[in-house]
């Protein structure tokens, strides 16, 4: 690779990069190619017992239940590998858990049971590795060549859309012609070869050792900020906290109302927001018992944490377009050989290109001209992009809906739009992400980015049960539009608010280095 003007002459790419991306797009091949085929799989085989009515409202559950699970089971990958086993062995072990759900979807396309325990096995392995892979990349950089780290997150987030895009393409083929073993199969394998180049390149990783248990970690000042009571101050802190418990319990009588996996969703929402206002209330006094770089760092990740989750409305959207996108090309005219699903692959295609275009045209250019699209301006252009491309896609519904026969070709317009927020969103917050960490809570701040895709996928599971409230429908008619048709625009809606919302809080953001110095 040449060296960029103005870079420093001694930054060099680590070797063992290209085994971590080589892995990386096995991997995103295999979860892409079961991911958007699940929709179909559902409605046409799964699913075929229940009325015909019900089954795409049902089907859409699963998959978001599915997504769900796939980003809350980073949570738990970070803590395992932060405090026992490390990133490469977590991975490592993980990896043939994923395969083991592979096999499940593939032996088990007519037992629910079995079907649905390869799905659970597929988020347990998929969630617990997704912020250590990115992690990892990080952690084979230092300060010499770190400003190749970017570029590499870039490509680490290119070749996961080369995966896709192949996924996207020829998996509905396959599961048309030759069925969900053969569809369902194919990802398995390439899970399995992922997980042989990860274990291939072991010897030239560089390890990062686990940080010992530290006395002045996250939570113990976190503990300490809210279990203070200092004479002649209120402990308001402590009280939203405790309120957020008592939230969160009362989640869980909504389960008849909203299912188990959105009410256990909701309840750690609760925990996570309240616990985390309360703990900002009272941080200060916190320094009596823990140094002022413990006490500066967990303000440095509350921080954090508000620009995940000003990004999970993102997430809402983009994910619906595997459930919600391809419900609406089942509506529209298209060849008989091409398949709503094959839609998704225009995703990934336009990723690769604008990554490539972006890095080395549009941003450049901009930057020429006075314009420095910093991170978090790219994310939250990234976010109002969203909610532009359901603007388009809503009016296509009230199209559909008045009985205009729209062609799949139309979809292109929101593809495009959506995938260029994408590229600003989720491409820079990986890197965003690791550079905001303190060094101890690398895999951890990286689990809760990537949380931040569970709770924007909670949304759409609310706003799901909402409508199926007669009241709510009843509400809805009124307007003279559709359920669907109003639901994309409450989606665009909730978007470009949070967009709103994201640049006012990013003026006073202040940007962390965190990257180790060796």
Not at 45 to 63: C, H, N, W
Not at 371 to 393: D, K, N, P
């Amino acid at each position: 690779m040449t060296q960029e003007a103005g870079q420093p002459a001694q930054a060099k790419m680590p070797r063992q990069i290209p085994y971590i991306i080589a892995n990386e797009g096995c991997e995103r091949f295999s979860f892409y190619g079961m991911r958007n085929i699940l929709t179909p799989f559902l409605i046409t085989s799964l699913l075929l017992s229940m009325p015909e009515q019900l089954r795409a409202g049902m089907a859409k559950e699963i998959f978001h239940t599915f997504v769900i699970g796939v980003y809350f089971f980073p949570l738990l990958g970070g803590w395992i590998a932060d405090r026992f086993f490390g990133k490469y062995n977590t991975v490592f072990w993980l990896s043939l858990v994923y395969c083991a759900g592979h096999a499940c979807l593939a032996i088990f396309e007519n037992s629910r049971n079995g079907f649905f325990t390869g799905l659970f096995l597929i988020a347990l392995g998929s969630g617990g590795i997704k912020p250590l892979v990115a992690s990892f990349v990080g952690d084979q950089f230092d300060q010499s060549n770190r400003s190749l780290a970017q570029k590499v997150f870039d490509g680490f987030y290119w070749i996961i859309n080369f995966g896709s895009f192949f996924a996207s393409l020829l998996m509905p083929v396959f599961l048309k012609q030759f069925g969900a073993s053969v569809a369902f199969g194919i990802p398995g394998l390439l899970m399995l070869i992922a997980t042989i180049v990860f274990w291939s390149g072991r010897v030239r990783y560089v390890y990062v050792p686990l940080a010992p248990k530290d006395p002045h970690s996250f939570l113990n000042v976190v503990r300490t900020a809210l279990s203070s009571a200092t004479p002649g101050q209120d402990r308001n802190g402590f009280y939203v906290a405790v309120l957020g418990l008592v939230l969160a319990g009362g989640s869980l009588f909504l389960i008849p109302q909203i299912g188990i996996v959105a009410a256990l969703c909701l309840a750690l929402v609760m925990v996570l927001g309240c616990g985390g206002m309360g703990s900002w209330m009272q941080l200060e006094r916190a320094r009596s018992a823990h140094p002022d770089e413990a006490v500066d760092g967990v303000r440095a990740v509350l921080r954090v944490l508000v620009v995940f989750a000003l990004v999970t409305p993102f997430w809402s959207l983009f994910d619906q377009k595997a459930s919600t996108w391809v419900l609406q090309a089942d509506l529209m005219t298209k060849p008989s050989w091409f398949q709503s699903a094959q839609m998704q692959a225009l995703n990934p295609m336009l990723v690769m290109l604008l990554i490539p275009f972006n890095n080395l045209v549009l941003f450049p250019l901009l930057k020429r001209i006075g314009i420095e699209l910093t991170a978090l301006r790219r994310m939250g252009l990234g976010i109002a992009f969203s909610g532009l491309a359901w603007i388009v896609v809503g009016f296509m519904q009230l199209a559909i809906d008045h009985g205009d026969a729209l062609t799949i070709t139309w979809q292109i317009l929101p593809y495009a739009l959506l995938t260029f927020g994408e590229v600003l969103v989720s491409a820079t917050g990986l890197e965003f992400a690791y550079s905001q960490a303190p060094l101890a809570m690398k895999g951890v701040i990286m689990s809760f980015w990537n949380l931040s895709v569970t709770i924007g996928n909670l949304w759409v599971l609310l706003a799901n049960s909402s409508v199926k409230s007669d009241a709510v429908t009843a509400q809805i008619k009124t307007t003279g539009i559709s359920v669907t048709a109003f639901q994309m625009f409450f989606f665009a809606g909730f978007a470009l608010l949070a967009a709103l919302l994201f640049a006012l809080y990013a003026r006073s953001y202040k940007m962390q280095n965190n990257y180790r110095t060796s």
